[in-house]
């Protein structure tokens, strides 16, 4: 099945969830984590496995009329961050109407890319969902799988501090998973100045 918003059948880049609209712009991602969505045979229920990265005018085309959804959101089966033209484009694009637009990332853009990428997002994205995923590196390694080893977690922590500045409403994200600590995870949001958000961990 496959009813996405304006997809081809074998392609979703838009689709609905939970009210508001979701946005897979990429398959691409450095972190192979555990509980990933992307593993688990149903996903979210939409086949977001792209035959190519869409361009701006197809994600475009693929949202229609944003007006209508509480919020649109940068997410689907890879790292929206990997790919800031098409974020920063459709952002953009989305000023016209009065949308909130959140974008759920795991923080590594930065080491992925090779530059602060924060700044292109500055006035246009209203919520950042940041996947702390632990509360230390050698757990995040275990939990993510990330290429970037325990170089990811301190870069993640550094990227959250920094979206502070740029990004109206910052939240940390952690799995609710029997090694991680709860309290110490939220009190690195605390003092990063994030909200905090427990997310249900999934075999
Ligand atoms: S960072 Fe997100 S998309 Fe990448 S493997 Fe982890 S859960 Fe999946």
Not at 87 to 116: H, M, S
Not at 152 to 180: C, D, G, H
């Amino acid at each position: 099945m496959n009813d996405g918003i304006n997809a081809k059948p074998e392609m979703t880049i838009a689709y609905k969830l939970y009210g508001s609209l979701y946005l897979n712009i990429t398959n691409r991602c450095p972190n192979s984590c555990v509980f990933c969505v992307r593993k688990s045979k149903n996903g979210v229920g939409y086949n977001l496995w792209l035959e190519h990265e869409p361009s701006l005018a197809e994600v475009i085309e693929a949202i229609g009329a944003p007006s209508g959804y509480p919020e649109i959101v940068f997410c689907g089966y890879g790292e929206p961050l990997l790919r800031p033209e098409i974020v920063e484009g459709t952002a953009r694009w989305l000023k016209q109407w009065p949308v909130p637009v959140r974008i759920n990332t795991n923080g590594l853009a930065d080491l992925f890319l090779g530059y602060d990428v924060l700044p292109r997002l500055k006035g246009l994205i209203d919520v950042i969902s940041i996947s702390l995923n632990a509360d230390n590196a050698s757990l995040y390694q275990k939990l993510t799988r990330t290429e970037f080893g325990e170089k990811a977690f301190p870069a993640i922590l550094e990227f959250a501090k920094r979206s502070i500045k740029y990004i109206p409403r910052v939240i940390l994200t952690v799995v609710n998973y029997q090694e991680v600590n709860l309290e110490k995870a939220a009190a690195i949001a605390e003092t990063i100045g994030a909200e905090f958000r427990v997310r249900e961990f999934m075999e």
